[in-house]
């Protein structure tokens, strides 16, 4: 039996004084159920995917409190629930799990590192909880998944490589040798830029495949044919400093020219020693790390409201450099929520089916705060998103955008339909 | 690139990484000859000693060449001091029992993991290294003309990729010296031979203990000083050379410096070499299958003692 003594009445009462004191109560009263949305975030905190993950969360944070600073999402708070997947597509299937019946989320979104997402998906299926990865990956266009996996919030590889294409071919030159990782996403480069380059005139001569847990690279460079007009590469992890000094200390003054994908630097100090070699050579953008002649409003408050400065890192450390071509991708699939959950008029997970219609029926996507990497258009059938693409040219050590692709440059034809498939 | 200069460069990048292995493996396999434990917190204490590197050239600042030498003496010390307070905590409280110890030092091994997670963060972070010129190589061949040389392209090493290999050798034969001449090296061998007997002669063993665990945690920290500038500081970079030097410990048989160096050497230039010409997944089959056959038909390792 309880007993009620001095003790927990004070408790009570203490507790009952801070829900009373607590400001986001009163104004989140005027919603049919003031309980939090609750969002689990698929959060690569350990493993080699932690750099990201940890940009990831505080573009997060930013976002969160962005939309609940206007009122939250139907008039609801939103609470984030993070748990760590160590970059791992085991625990990615267990940590859905936990968000579907032990948090009770009413969606999951976060996921990155492509192994881990296609690990996760079908757990989404098997859960029926709503799963918004930010991944780059084709494997959500490509139909591999199932109608419980979007990404309305980055544009994937196939979609990038295709837009790089006519520029490499035409600027840079016709005779590609690809060094990239050995899984899934450095396959997706390999198999879509290969076709991409053939189709502009170009050919690959050859295709070098590192594992992504490699920490010394010299060794593969003697591949790479002596006729190699450009050199295109994409790596990720923590070695991709090594990759890109011991790329250089290799050519040495008679390199090709160099058309890199900026995971091969993603929170890599770009005044880092060794790096100046870079000077000139090219990179794909998702979004322009340094801030540009042309930064739009948008861009500005994003970069405030994440805490990074103009030349992509913390504001509070110049060291830390954040990764700016893929966090975006958090900011916008939030918002994306959002929009879905108002447009469902969501009440709780008995609607999560009514929130997936709601994302595939989004089209246009115009620029706008939530979507400051700019306008893009969804697709959702294939619950794939379409944007802008960046290349950007290393001048006097920083990047400086040289081309915006459209968004016509990046459309291929469907490879899937989920929306047949039912719930 | 052709098979001559290509093979050459193997060979460097093979001797560089068999260099690290060689002190890194040297540490665990001191550790284990004297103190009969296996540390499995060896790799944490590589990336420690990288991660202190890094820290002491940051603050240190000038020249990179200051920073460098300031954590070539500092980060060793710091993890040496590391190690023996886990001795003192840990592995003395558990009367050094093999198993309570590997328990003991993997969980060890996690907490200065997230330790290090939650401090210097999850990037890869770069050291300067205090000199570094590309060093383009020549290679032969015949002509018309007869013996030609011509710098072939790529084929090239770094002077500060040199200085490691030789850095390495350097530190081996010292720590050789040490152990077979000086006083100190007099009284682990004691200690290895005959624990209750060493101490019947007035050898303090729980200080030697202590003592050679900080030493051999040091070594790993001293390989990690030596490739930070190579390979940058990151938080899970100890996992692959704890595997490695478990490899090379074994194979080379537990406790003898010169089997481990063999060893190293093996492990490290067949890696570089398998990994070029054929696949790193190919190296790694070999080397494990390499340990099988020596644990299946010489279980003490290829110049190890015979168990008594």
Redesign the interface.
């Given at each position: 039996m309880t007993q009620t003594n001095r003790r927990t009445l004070l408790k009570s009462a203490a507790a009952g004084g801070l829900l009373a004191a607590n400001p986001l109560l009163g104004r989140f009263a005027s919603a049919q159920s003031a309980a939090p949305i609750k969002l689990g975030f698929q959060q690569h905190?350990?493993?080699?995917g932690?750099?990201y993950?940890?940009w990831y969360g505080r573009t997060t944070d930013a976002a969160v409190k962005m939309i609940n600073d206007a009122g939250g999402i139907n008039g609801r708070p939103v609470e984030i629930v993070a748990e760590d997947d160590g970059t791992d597509p085991k625990r990615g299937a267990e940590v859905l799990e936990k968000f579907a019946n032990q948090h009770g989320c009413d969606a999951a979104f976060g996921a990155l590192f492509s192994h881990v997402v296609i690990g996760s998906a079908p757990a989404a299926g098997e859960l029926k909880l709503p799963n918004f990865v930010v991944s780059e990956g084709h494997h959500v266009a490509s139909g591999m998944l199932n109608r419980y996996t979007l990404q309305p919030g980055i544009t994937d590889v196939k979609s990038q490589v295709q837009a790089m294409a006519p520029f490499v071919a035409n600027t840079l030159g016709k005779k590609v040798t690809m060094v990239f990782p050995d899984f899934a996403f450095g396959h997706d480069h390999r198999d879509y830029f290969t076709a991409a380059i053939e189709a502009q005139g170009g050919e690959v001569l050859e295709h070098i495949a590192i594992?992504p847990?490699?920490?010394?690279f010299?060794?593969?460079?003697?591949?790479?044919p002596?006729d190699t007009e450009v050199l295109y590469h994409v790596m990720v992890g923590?070695?991709?400093?090594?990759f890109v000094k011991e790329l250089g200390?290799?050519?040495?003054p008679?390199a090709p020219a160099l058309f890199g994908f900026l995971d091969s630097l993603e929170?890599?100090d770009l005044a880092?020693?060794?790096l100046e070699f870079l000077e000139g050579s090219y990179f794909w953008e998702g979004n322009p790390r340094y801030a540009q002649e042309d930064q739009s409003e948008f861009d500005k408050t994003f970069r405030a409201a994440v805490g990074v400065d103009a030349n992509g890192a913390s504001i509070s450390d110049p060291?830390?450099?954040s990764t700016y071509s893929h966090m975006f991708g958090c900011w916008e699939t939030l918002h994306i929520i959002k929009a879905g959950m108002e447009a469902a008029g969501y009440q709780g997970p008995a609607d999560r089916a009514k929130l997936i219609e709601a994302v595939e029926a989004m089209t246009y996507i115009p620029e706008s705060q939530a979507n400051p990497q700019g306008a893009k258009v969804f697709n959702g059938k294939t619950h794939q998103v379409f944007g802008h693409q960046y290349i950007s040219q290393v001048q006097d050590g920083k990047l400086v955008k040289v081309h915006t692709t459209s968004i016509d440059d990046t459309f291929y034809p469907d490879e899937a339909d989920y929306i047949s498939q039912s719930f | 690139?052709e098979f001559g200069?290509?093979l050459l460069?193997?060979v460097i990048?093979?001797s560089?990484?068999a260099a690290v292995l060689a002190l890194t493996a040297l540490g665990l396999s001191l550790v284990f000859g004297v103190m009969r434990v296996v540390n499995v917190a060896h790799g944490e204490f590589y990336m420690l000693g990288a991660v202190i590197a890094w820290y002491v050239a940051t603050f240190l600042g000038a020249h990179?060449a200051v920073g460098f030498v300031g954590a070539l003496i500092l980060a060793p010390a710091l993890v040496a001091v590391i190690a023996m307070l886990v001795d003192w905590l840990a592995l003395k409280r558990v009367g050094y029992d093999p198993e309570a110890t590997i328990v003991a030092t993997i969980g060890f091994g996690y907490i200065f993991q997230?330790l290090t997670?939650m401090g210097f963060?999850?990037?890869?972070?770069?050291v300067?290294?205090p000199f570094?010129s590309?060093i383009?190589l020549p290679w032969f061949e015949f002509g018309e003309n007869g013996l030609e040389f011509y710098f072939p392209?790529?084929l090239?090493v770094?002077s500060y990729k040199l200085f490691v290999i030789g850095a390495a050798a350097v530190l081996l034969i010292g720590f050789w010296l040490m152990l077979s001449r000086s006083k100190i090296g007099l009284v682990m061998r004691a200690t290895e031979l005959d624990r209750e007997t060493a101490q019947a002669f007035g050898i303090p063993v729980d200080r030697v203990y202590a003592i050679v665990f900080g030493l051999g945690a040091g070594l790993a920290a001293l390989a990690a000083v030596l490739i930070v500038p190579?390979?940058?500081a990151?938080?899970?970079?100890g996992h692959?050379p704890l595997l490695l030097s478990f490899i090379v410990v074994i194979i080379g048989g537990l406790g003898s410096i010169r089997g481990t160096i063999v060893a190293a050497l093996l492990i490290g230039l067949s890696d570089?070499i398998i990994?070029?010409f054929f696949s790193?997944?190919l190296a790694k089959i070999i080397a494990t299958l390499l340990v099988a056959f020596v644990l299946v038909f010489r279980p003490q390792g290829l110049y190890g003692k015979k168990a008594a």
């Amino acid at each position: 039996m309880t007993q009620t003594n001095r003790r927990t009445l004070l408790k009570s009462a203490a507790a009952g004084g801070l829900l009373a004191a607590n400001p986001l109560l009163g104004r989140f009263a005027s919603a049919q159920s003031a309980a939090p949305i609750k969002l689990g975030f698929q959060q690569h905190v350990t493993g080699i995917g932690a750099a990201y993950g940890r940009w990831y969360g505080r573009t997060t944070d930013a976002a969160v409190k962005m939309i609940n600073d206007a009122g939250g999402i139907n008039g609801r708070p939103v609470e984030i629930v993070a748990e760590d997947d160590g970059t791992d597509p085991k625990r990615g299937a267990e940590v859905l799990e936990k968000f579907a019946n032990q948090h009770g989320c009413d969606a999951a979104f976060g996921a990155l590192f492509s192994h881990v997402v296609i690990g996760s998906a079908p757990a989404a299926g098997e859960l029926k909880l709503p799963n918004f990865v930010v991944s780059e990956g084709h494997h959500v266009a490509s139909g591999m998944l199932n109608r419980y996996t979007l990404q309305p919030g980055i544009t994937d590889v196939k979609s990038q490589v295709q837009a790089m294409a006519p520029f490499v071919a035409n600027t840079l030159g016709k005779k590609v040798t690809m060094v990239f990782p050995d899984f899934a996403f450095g396959h997706d480069h390999r198999d879509y830029f290969t076709a991409a380059i053939e189709a502009q005139g170009g050919e690959v001569l050859e295709h070098i495949a590192i594992p992504p847990t490699e920490t010394s690279f010299t060794k593969y460079f003697p591949k790479i044919p002596r006729d190699t007009e450009v050199l295109y590469h994409v790596m990720v992890g923590p070695a991709v400093l090594t990759f890109v000094k011991e790329l250089g200390e290799f050519f040495g003054p008679s390199a090709p020219a160099l058309f890199g994908f900026l995971d091969s630097l993603e929170a890599v100090d770009l005044a880092s020693p060794g790096l100046e070699f870079l000077e000139g050579s090219y990179f794909w953008e998702g979004n322009p790390r340094y801030a540009q002649e042309d930064q739009s409003e948008f861009d500005k408050t994003f970069r405030a409201a994440v805490g990074v400065d103009a030349n992509g890192a913390s504001i509070s450390d110049p060291a830390d450099v954040s990764t700016y071509s893929h966090m975006f991708g958090c900011w916008e699939t939030l918002h994306i929520i959002k929009a879905g959950m108002e447009a469902a008029g969501y009440q709780g997970p008995a609607d999560r089916a009514k929130l997936i219609e709601a994302v595939e029926a989004m089209t246009y996507i115009p620029e706008s705060q939530a979507n400051p990497q700019g306008a893009k258009v969804f697709n959702g059938k294939t619950h794939q998103v379409f944007g802008h693409q960046y290349i950007s040219q290393v001048q006097d050590g920083k990047l400086v955008k040289v081309h915006t692709t459209s968004i016509d440059d990046t459309f291929y034809p469907d490879e899937a339909d989920y929306i047949s498939q039912s719930f | 690139m052709e098979f001559g200069p290509h093979l050459l460069l193997a060979v460097i990048e093979g001797s560089v990484g068999a260099a690290v292995l060689a002190l890194t493996a040297l540490g665990l396999s001191l550790v284990f000859g004297v103190m009969r434990v296996v540390n499995v917190a060896h790799g944490e204490f590589y990336m420690l000693g990288a991660v202190i590197a890094w820290y002491v050239a940051t603050f240190l600042g000038a020249h990179p060449a200051v920073g460098f030498v300031g954590a070539l003496i500092l980060a060793p010390a710091l993890v040496a001091v590391i190690a023996m307070l886990v001795d003192w905590l840990a592995l003395k409280r558990v009367g050094y029992d093999p198993e309570a110890t590997i328990v003991a030092t993997i969980g060890f091994g996690y907490i200065f993991q997230q330790l290090t997670l939650m401090g210097f963060g999850p990037e890869a972070r770069p050291v300067d290294p205090p000199f570094n010129s590309r060093i383009a190589l020549p290679w032969f061949e015949f002509g018309e003309n007869g013996l030609e040389f011509y710098f072939p392209w790529g084929l090239s090493v770094t002077s500060y990729k040199l200085f490691v290999i030789g850095a390495a050798a350097v530190l081996l034969i010292g720590f050789w010296l040490m152990l077979s001449r000086s006083k100190i090296g007099l009284v682990m061998r004691a200690t290895e031979l005959d624990r209750e007997t060493a101490q019947a002669f007035g050898i303090p063993v729980d200080r030697v203990y202590a003592i050679v665990f900080g030493l051999g945690a040091g070594l790993a920290a001293l390989a990690a000083v030596l490739i930070v500038p190579i390979q940058q500081a990151h938080y899970l970079m100890g996992h692959d050379p704890l595997l490695l030097s478990f490899i090379v410990v074994i194979i080379g048989g537990l406790g003898s410096i010169r089997g481990t160096i063999v060893a190293a050497l093996l492990i490290g230039l067949s890696d570089g070499i398998i990994s070029v010409f054929f696949s790193p997944t190919l190296a790694k089959i070999i080397a494990t299958l390499l340990v099988a056959f020596v644990l299946v038909f010489r279980p003490q390792g290829l110049y190890g003692k015979k168990a008594a």
